[in-house]
């Protein structure tokens, strides 16, 4: 196996073009554990950087980063002189072996494809990097490498699953700013989240603005979630309602109890007696059979099988 | 839109099925032949792409095969008119210009008397089949808005040129068969749905329209996804509920007002027609058209007794 030598050197920093991030995979940059440990034993390895001039940094931007929070003057360097392709195989692989969190695999991508990797390749990077190989991911994940960096810390502090980044992502940069300001302070699980951004979009496509007013002073996100399912399906909403005003109607006892299809699909209803004594059961029934004599019964039957838009025709 | 290839297979797995149906619905007791799978018209609400993941569009070549199939389940299951079509698993006619797959199957139902062969398409190109059609094939167009057409199937014929089809069909002598499926609620829908009628009814003869079916657009929850990301405004317009299959639907009290809206149109037109519901609950049959069908047997009765009713005795 060919192997070479490469020997480090202590450059300046000015003489390093800080700001130029052609090969930065790292996300967050800063990091204070990192930033820590050189404070107090100094960059133990080299960062790697092109040999121009001046220099373009190919690995070590967060190292680089804690270097300037500290107020380092110059810093250890190999010196490679490679192609721009090579340079990002290189700072691939350099971060290989830590792991990438979901925004650093996203910049892998997006910059494979902007150096012209074939397809093949960028495939077998993903495939190494736990992604899925497929067109649809590799449009995520080149939107998600441009996204603002609140949706980026949004997604890793809540590491945000493919799916709820892409909603995100199908939101205009506004949109997404508000939506991320409103579920900051509060906790939800992913497929809670899920729930909440598809009936979001929903709601934005049909009419063409977020419901803002759904979102405003939630206290958490169950209370988003039940907001937003009133506004998206106002139909279930008002049965329900109306369930609910016959339910209280027929004064039932708390062991007797009516359960209808959440979406009133289903034409058939619950009727729950619990009891523990023949007595229990008779008194049931009499309440039952009261309810049904006052109509109300007969009402949540109209419900369960749509019949107020026929008797309204 | 990517474009597929069509490669032929011979095989010779069963290609003759029962329609899948949908738990707590009505089926219509139809047995379909897969000839093709895949279809090039990618209509964006089409559930074969979520289905079929394939690129290829598989063309089976094995018709003997096939026909010999339909031919022992006609002579093995007398208890109905069987119903047989080929636009399940792809659009019956896109293909049959360049490929002629229908014409021995058309042949075959000519001379057996005994079943109708559906074909049932939004690809209005029939010129090359009228020589050989007969009264044992339907010919059938499932028919949109020119909105909808415009936006959801796009590579599909337009409204005009199915219904001429449909017209030409007819004037040879054949049943037609129409499908207002899926029926789409979106902005306005109404009107254009009254439009769609009135050109059925001002373009065909009614008297030869042997069925028509309705049927809301329901499709299964991963699609959802799908509609949202393509912002398909139109498929999500209206209001969705998880139906008792776990796919997506119009409310309940929708579908009933839709489908009597629907329903009273076309009756209006004739009065003669047979509507059916597609992969409906009983009780919106019962709301929405006023008919009391206990199940799928019942259902493919009064197919039964439609055929019957339209060919006599020859059938
Ligand atoms: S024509 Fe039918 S099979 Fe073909 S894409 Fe449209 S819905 Fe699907």
Redesign the interface.
């Known amino acids: 196996m060919y192997r070479q030598r490469y020997y480090f050197e202590y450059i300046p920093i000015e003489d390093i073009v800080t700001q130029d991030r052609t090969f930065c995979l790292s996300y967050p940059l800063f990091d204070d554990i990192l930033t820590e440990s050189i404070r107090r034993f100094g960059i133990i390895q080299p960062i790697i950087v092109f040999d121009s001039e001046p220099y373009i940094v190919i690995t070590g931007f967060k190292r680089l980063e804690s270097a300037l929070s500290l107020g380092f003057e110059e810093i250890p360097c190999i010196i490679r002189q490679v192609g721009q392709m090579d340079a990002l195989l290189i700072a691939v692989n350099d971060n290989l072996t830590r792991g990438f969190n979901i925004v650093e695999k996203a910049h892998c991508v997006d910059k494979m494809m902007q150096l012209g990797f074939s397809m093949e390749e960028v495939y077998d990077l993903m495939g190494r990097i736990g992604l899925g190989r497929h067109e649809s991911v590799v449009k995520s994940l080149i939107g998600l490498s441009w996204a603002e960096t609140e949706l980026k810390d949004f997604v890793l502090r809540h590491r945000l699953s493919m ?1 709820n980044i ?2 995100l992502l ?1 939101f205009d940069p506004n949109e997404r700013e508000k939506i991320i300001a409103y579920l900051s302070g509060i906790s939800f699980t992913d497929s809670l989240l899920r729930e909440i951004l ?1 009936m979001l ?2 709601t934005k ?2 009419k063409g603005s977020l419901p803002e007013g759904e979102l405003e002073g939630a206290k958490d996100a169950f209370e988003i979630r039940k907001r937003l399912k009133r506004y ?5 909403s008002s ?1 329900d309602g109306e369930f609910k005003k016959l339910k209280e109607s027929c004064g039932f006892p708390k062991n007797i109890d009516i359960k209808v299809d959440p ?5 058939y209803i619950d009727i729950i007696i619990k009891a523990d004594s023949l007595d229990k059961v008779r008194d049931g029934l009499k309440k039952i059979e009261g309810a049904i004599e006052k109509g109300y019964m007969e009402g949540i039957f109209g419900l369960t ?6 008797d309204e ?1 | 839109m990517a474009l597929q290839r069509v490669e032929f297979i011979e095989t010779k797995i069963d290609a003759v099925r029962d329609c899948p149906g949908t738990k707590n619905h009505i089926c219509c007791g139809y047995k379909t032949i897969d000839l093709i799978e895949g279809c090039p018209l990618s209509c964006s609400y089409c559930i074969l792409k979520h289905y079929i993941k394939s690129d290829v569009i598989k063309v089976n070549r094995n018709i003997d095969h096939v026909i010999n199939q339909v031919d022992s389940i006609i002579e093995n299951d007398k208890s109905h008119i069987w119903r047989f079509g080929t636009g399940e698993l792809s659009d019956s006619l896109v293909f049959d210009r360049r490929y002629g797959l229908n014409r021995p199957l058309i042949e075959y139902f000519g001379e057996k008397k005994r079943a109708l062969l559906e074909l049932k398409s939004k690809w209005a190109q029939i010129d090359h089949l009228i020589p050989f059609l007969n009264r044992f094939t339907i010919i059938s167009f499932s028919l949109s808005p020119q909105a909808i057409i415009e936006k959801e199937e796009k590579r599909s014929s337009p409204l005009y040129k199915r219904l001429k089809a449909a017209k030409k069909a007819q004037d040879r002598g054949c049943f037609i068969g129409l499908h207002l499926d899926p029926i789409i609620i979106y902005e306005g829908f109404e009107k254009d749905y009254y439009y769609l009628v009135e050109d059925i009814g001002r373009i065909l003869d009614l008297d030869r329209v042997i069925w028509i079916s309705l049927g809301l657009l329901r499709f299964p929850s991963r699609m ?2 799908t509609f ?2 393509e ?3 139109n498929l ?2 209206g ?1 969705f ?4 299959d776990g796919k997506y639907r119009y ?4 579908r ?2 839709v489908y ?1 809206m629907l329903y009273d149109l076309l009756k209006n037109k004739n009065n003669g027609l047979f509507i059916y519901l597609c992969m409906e ?4 049959w019962r ?1 929405s058209i006023g008919l009391t069908i206990e199940d799928t047997e019942a259902l493919t009765g009064l197919f039964d007794k439609r055929i019957r009713y339209l060919y006599g005795g020859e059938l």
């Open positions: 799916k892409d909603y199908w598809e979009s929903l496509l049909k998206v399906n106002p139909g279930i049965l979406f009133f699909e289903k034409e099988k749509s019949r107020i838009h026929r025709d | 959802m996804d949202i990301k912002k398909r405004r999500l317009y209001e509920i998880r139906g008792e409310l309940k009290s929708e009933i007002r009597k609950r009983q009780d919106v709301e």
